[in-house]
């Protein structure tokens, strides 16, 4: 299975400035999905990134707040914009790998809070 | 409008008892259902999955149940081991995304 990792693990920011998370796996993968999990609520998926071309983002999120870069198979950055108190959440990445279809691996995830 | 619920947000089980956590949906268009676990400071991993064309599948411990009619699925933990204690959370296919219940927090106690 794929080992995924993040950086930073863990960061308390400022409202109005940005964050960019880092996702780094350990080996080559096609699509990459970043997450959102606010507290106390289910992980809801904010866009998904594919390697040359733009993310496709779900409906409440848009590129201005949340711009993600692919340069790579094996690295993907969320960056989280202009940032507010209800920004703070913990943000995942993941990718498609297993036997199983539409199966998950997930990195430890980034906990964000924005004062 | 959540596609994907889990109505019990908690449930404590004796160790060695059945654990039953369930799931309930409203798109009759996923194709495949998954249940992940999540401990504090961790990303979720997979724990089982099952096509829509099934109504079981198992794997050692665990085993999920799909109710198509009822739009329903459950996963059997059977024994429970203070090691499952956990956020269980379901998720639903949908096309090449994801889309995740609320998540139901096991307990199992000595």
């Known amino acids: 299975s794929a080992v995924i990792s993040q950086k930073p693990s863990r960061d308390i920011c400022q409202r109005g400035t940005s964050l960019t998370i880092q996702c780094q796996v350990d080996?080559?993968?096609?699509?990459m999905f970043w997450y959102r999990q606010q507290p106390g609520q289910s992980l809801t998926l904010i866009a998904t990134?594919?390697?040359?071309?733009?993310?496709?983002?779900e409906s409440g999120f848009v590129i201005d707040k949340f711009p993600i870069s692919r340069p790579n198979l094996t690295f993907s950055t969320l960056t989280v914009s202009n940032m507010s108190p209800e920004d703070s959440s913990i943000y995942l990445c993941?990718?498609?790998?297993?036997?199983?279809?539409?199966?998950?691996?997930f990195g430890p995830g980034t906990r964000l809070t924005v004062t | 409008d959540q596609q994907v619920k889990q109505n019990s947000p908690s449930l404590s089980v004796q160790e060695g008892r059945i654990s039953i956590l369930n799931c309930d949906y409203t798109?009759?268009?996923?194709?495949?259902f998954l249940w992940y676990k999540k401990y504090p400071a961790e990303g979720p991993t997979f724990l089982i999955s099952?096509?829509?064309?099934?109504d079981k599948n198992e794997d050692g411990r665990f085993t999920v149940f799909l109710n198509k009619s009822a739009k329903h699925l459950s996963l059997h933990i059977v024994p429970s081991q203070p090691g499952d204690s956990a956020v269980y959370f379901c998720?639903?296919?949908?096309?090449?995304?994801?889309?995740f219940g609320t998540g139901t927090r096991l307990q199992v106690f000595p």
């Open positions: 993941s990718v498609y790998q297993g036997v199983s279809a539409y199966e998950q691996y």
């Open positions: 080996s080559q993968v096609t699509m």
């Open positions: 990134a594919n390697q040359g071309s733009e993310a496709t983002y």
């Open positions: 798109n009759s268009m996923f194709d495949y």
């Open positions: 099952i096509s829509s064309i099934k």
């Open positions: 998720a639903a296919s949908d096309t090449d995304k994801l889309i």
